[in-house]
């Protein structure tokens, strides 16, 4: 390779004339040699030779650095298909013109030169001209046509091909007799060598599951079907049975016409597509089911409930379709992990494919969310029929993992052609019927009216308003102050939101704090809120009394935030603002999710100086054993409790009971909602420490809460 060892000139005029691209480089990966089809073929300006092959081609793919690296060190031959690289070197036709010029595609062998010193020898075959494997063999076929002498020749260069490709190659006569065949087709047609020949190919083929057999005139049939097959199709997919086999196969089959001793012939390429009929059915499956449940997903159930609406305008009978969502299941996620949330579902599949018809169809829409197709319908009081077995479906308790689990499921149900004339509006309907059993009673089902409709359309409308809201900040807070029963000591003040409306004035909290959660804006909201908290404390907090605190209402979404903490943290410190002003008002629901999370999370926030409230007392399922756990400060009875004292004497009991628990535990306790004298003075007698409610006084914007402030200081001055 160096100049002492220069090729003879007839051995590089040979190497030069060859059409396929040769490269040697050195262990340092320098280029010692490139024949003429390299030259003529590569976009790079002067002398190629003696330097790297990465500073002249500097973006081969790394399988081919590797492929080098491995000749040169590891002794070790690859060769790069051309599936992942088409084109691993920037080799160029009518290279002189760069609109016209086009990048030969190629397949690269890389292989160790055996000499004393370290070299690797890189062949480029362009495979741009290449015509597919079936013309190919049509033309080694055609070529079987030249002199006699030149047969034998032939045929051994067929079978050489023969036997290197990994497909079933056939050549058969006019008849279809086989005359020609690979070792590849005796391994799929499972016959011992040499048996195939003067064999039919009808005897091994299958059209539709029928054999082409003598009975059913399969010789005749083959003599005629593969002209037509070569002629008109590219490839044909039939069932194989192999050779002394009942079962069969799938695969593909090509047909060409070939002239051979001056009489027509057939070459037969034939492929089992087995594995790709498998993964095909694998993807179909993938697409059109569920993976966790099996069941059909959406895209299948919204072309089954599409074909049950054809058929039910050809017949003249209803579709009725329920939608249901089991209630509370996110409980049960997050409190004893996505597995058994994964078993549950599962198992509430399984009971309501027990309760429907063979020719229903129960979907998986994801998460919590099922559909149950009920077609053919004379009535849709069926619908209702069907809808009341779901429910008691969930009467038995699911045994998980030695859990009891008890659910229930909120059912929506919409019928064709009543509620829409397409499966998208049937499935919006029955939602909208499911959400609004949600929004009153669970464990239940609703038909749709179009009163749910509006409803939904308002809903939209106002959360599309609350997005505008946040934006141009439309919130505002009000303070209800919380005193002593004797109002002689001022303890604090709950922060609430209002929102006015431009057009619409007050809208109440009612109506947007739950759309502002499931959507999201809850956070912006409290953000917004805590900020004017803070500016009202950063410019009072002088004139107010040492220990006042404001309560703040804190939102499911915002507790369960990874970045609560921090986001409130950083406001505090803008205003440079102590922890112990904020009493945090989290509902028993929240402090009875993820248990364990919860406990840490609370002691966090003790730690950094907050004050730690349950807001609504009673309304949840608070046990003692959990309230002992619990890092609290103080209980806030619910105002539904308080606004039949005195003279309910059950509400009396349930509130001597709650103030009786908060003193042995070591609590504050306020009561909310509080409106008469009576109230009051029931709740002083016993030993109620704090009182928030109209007898007081209503929350007021923060001016207004100034000026009571100053009128309450004179009064007691």
């Known amino acids: 390779m160096t100049q002492g060892n220069k090729p003879p000139e007839y051995l590089t005029e040979a190497i030069n004339r060859t059409d396929l691209g040769i490269i040697v480089i050195n262990c340092r990966r320098e280029i010692v040699f490139a024949n003429d089809w390299v030259k003529e073929h590569c976009t790079v300006e002067g002398n190629i030779e003696h330097k790297p092959i990465t500073v002249v081609f500097p973006d081969l793919p790394p399988r081919l650095n590797k492929a080098m690296e491995k000749a040169l060190n590891l002794r070790r031959a690859a060769i790069l298909s051309n599936k992942l690289n088409p084109a691993p070197f920037p080799f160029y036709r009518?290279?002189?013109?760069?609109?016209?010029?086009?990048?030969?595609?190629?397949?690269?062998?890389?292989?160790?030169?055996?000499?004393?010193?370290?070299?690797?020898?890189?062949?480029?075959?362009?495979?741009?001209?290449?015509?597919?494997?079936?013309?190919?063999?049509?033309?080694?076929?055609?070529?079987?046509?030249?002199?006699?002498?030149?047969?034998?020749?032939?045929?051994?260069?067929?079978?050489?091909?023969?036997?290197?490709?990994?497909?079933?190659?056939?050549?058969?006569?006019?008849?279809?007799?086989?005359?020609?065949?690979?070792?590849?087709?005796?391994?799929?047609?499972?016959s011992a060598p040499d048996t195939l020949h003067n064999i039919n190919l009808h005897q091994f083929l299958k059209e539709?599951?029928?054999?082409?057999?003598?009975?059913?005139?399969?010789?005749?049939?083959?003599?005629?079907?593969?002209?037509?097959?070569?002629?008109?199709?590219?490839?044909?997919?039939?069932?194989?049975?192999?050779?002394?086999?009942?079962?069969?196969?799938?695969?593909?089959?090509?047909?060409?016409?070939?002239?051979?001793?001056?009489?027509?012939?057939?070459?037969?390429?034939?492929?089992?597509?087995?594995?790709?009929?498998?993964?095909e059915q694998q993807l179909e499956t993938m697409a059109k089911f569920d993976e966790l449940t099996s069941l059909p997903n959406r895209t299948l159930l919204m072309d089954r409930i599409q074909s049950a609406i054809g058929r039910a305008k050809r017949f003249d009978n209803n579709v009725a379709i329920i939608f249901l969502d089991l209630d509370r299941f996110k409980i049960i996620n997050d409190t004893l992990g996505h597995d058994t949330?994964?078993?549950?579902?599962?198992?509430?599949?399984?009971?309501?494919?027990?309760?429907?018809?063979?020719?229903?169809?129960?979907?998986?829409?994801?998460?919590?969310?099922?559909?149950?197709?009920?077609?053919?319908?004379?009535?849709?009081?069926?619908?209702?029929?069907?809808?009341?077995?779901?429910?008691?479906?969930?009467?038995?308790?699911?045994?998980?993992?030695?859990?009891?689990?008890?659910?229930?499921?909120?059912l929506g149900i919409a019928t064709y052609p009543e509620n829409g004339e397409t499966a998208y509006d049937l499935i919006k309907c029955a939602d909208t019927a499911m959400y609004a059993v949600k929004d009153s009673s669970r464990n239940n089902y609703m038909f749709f009216s179009e009163k749910m409709n509006e409803n939904a359309r308002k809903h939209l409308e106002l959360e599309a308003e609350l997005r505008l809201a946040v934006k141009n900040q439309q919130f505002s807070i009000v303070l209800q102050p919380q005193l002593s029963p004797d109002k002689k000591i001022l303890h604090g003040a709950e922060v609430l939101v209002r929102w006015f409306h431009p057009t619409k004035g007050f809208i109440s909290p009612v109506d947007f704090i739950p759309i502002a959660e499931d959507s999201g804006y809850i956070e912006q909201i409290f953000d917004s809120v805590l900020d004017q908290a803070c500016q009202f404390l950063a410019q009072y907090k002088?004139?107010?009394?040492?220990?006042?605190?404001?309560?703040?209402?804190?939102?499911?979404?915002?507790?369960?935030?990874?970045?609560?903490?921090?986001?409130?943290?950083?406001?505090?410190?803008?205003?440079?603002?102590?922890?112990?002003?904020?009493?945090?008002?989290?509902?028993?629901?929240?402090?009875?999710?993820?248990?364990?999370?919860?406990?840490?999370?609370?002691?966090?926030?003790?730690?950094?100086?907050?004050?730690?409230?349950?807001?609504?007392?009673?309304?949840?399922?608070?046990?003692?054993?959990?309230?002992?756990?619990?890092?609290?400060h103080t209980l806030k009875i619910d105002r539904s409790f308080i606004i039949d004292l005195p003279d309910d004497e059950e509400a009396a009991q349930v509130c001597k009971s709650i103030i009786g628990l908060a003193k042995n535990l070591g609590l504050m306790l306020i009561a909310e909602g509080v409106e008469t004298k009576q109230q009051n003075e029931f709740l002083a007698a016993e030993h109620c420490d704090v009182i928030q409610g109209y007898y007081f006084a209503k929350p007021m914007p923060v001016n207004n809460f100034v000026e009571w402030l100053n009128a309450l200081n004179a009064e007691s001055n």
């Not at 003598?214 to 039939?238: H, T, V």
């Not at 009341?388 to 308790?397: I, L």
Request: proline share 2%; with cysteine.
């Open 94 to 190: 009518d290279k002189q013109s760069v609109n016209e010029r086009t990048l030969i595609s190629q397949v690269v062998k890389v292989k160790p030169i055996n000499v004393d010193e370290q070299y690797c020898l890189i062949e480029i075959i362009d495979i741009s001209e290449s015509v597919n494997r079936e013309t190919a063999l049509h033309q080694l076929a055609t070529e079987a046509n030249l002199k006699a002498e030149q047969i034998e020749a032939q045929e051994k260069r067929i079978r050489g091909i023969f036997e290197s490709v990994k497909d079933a190659i056939i050549i058969v006569d006019a008849g279809g007799m086989i005359q020609m065949f690979n070792h590849t087709a005796n391994e799929l047609l499972n």
């Open 208 to 279: 539709k599951n029928q054999p082409l057999s003598e009975a059913n005139g399969g010789a005749n049939q083959m003599a005629a079907m593969l002209p037509l097959w070569a002629k008109y199709a590219d490839s044909i997919e039939l069932e194989i049975t192999p050779y002394g086999k009942v079962s069969s196969f799938s695969a593909e089959l090509s047909v060409n016409t070939v002239e051979l001793s001056e009489q027509r012939h057939f070459v037969v390429v034939l492929r089992d597509i087995t594995e790709r009929k498998q993964y």
């Open 341 to 410: 949330g994964d078993k549950l579902l599962q198992l509430v599949a399984t009971r309501l494919n027990e309760e429907i018809r063979e020719l229903d169809t129960v979907a998986r829409l994801g998460g919590d969310e099922f559909v149950i197709l009920l077609e053919n319908l004379e009535h849709k009081e069926h619908a209702a029929k069907v809808a009341e077995k779901v429910v008691t479906v969930f009467e038995p308790a699911f045994d998980i993992e030695g859990h009891q689990l008890f659910v229930t499921g909120s």
């Open 542 to 632: 002088h004139t107010l009394p040492q220990h006042f605190r404001m309560g703040v209402n804190i939102s499911p979404r915002q507790f369960s935030s990874d970045t609560f903490i921090k986001r409130f943290m950083a406001v505090l410190d803008r205003y440079q603002l102590e922890t112990c002003f904020f009493e945090l008002e989290l509902t028993e629901g929240m402090l009875m999710k993820r248990t364990d999370e919860t406990i840490a999370l609370l002691r966090s926030l003790v730690e950094k100086g907050f004050v730690i409230s349950i807001d609504d007392f009673g309304t949840g399922y608070s046990s003692l054993a959990y309230l002992t756990r619990f890092p609290l």
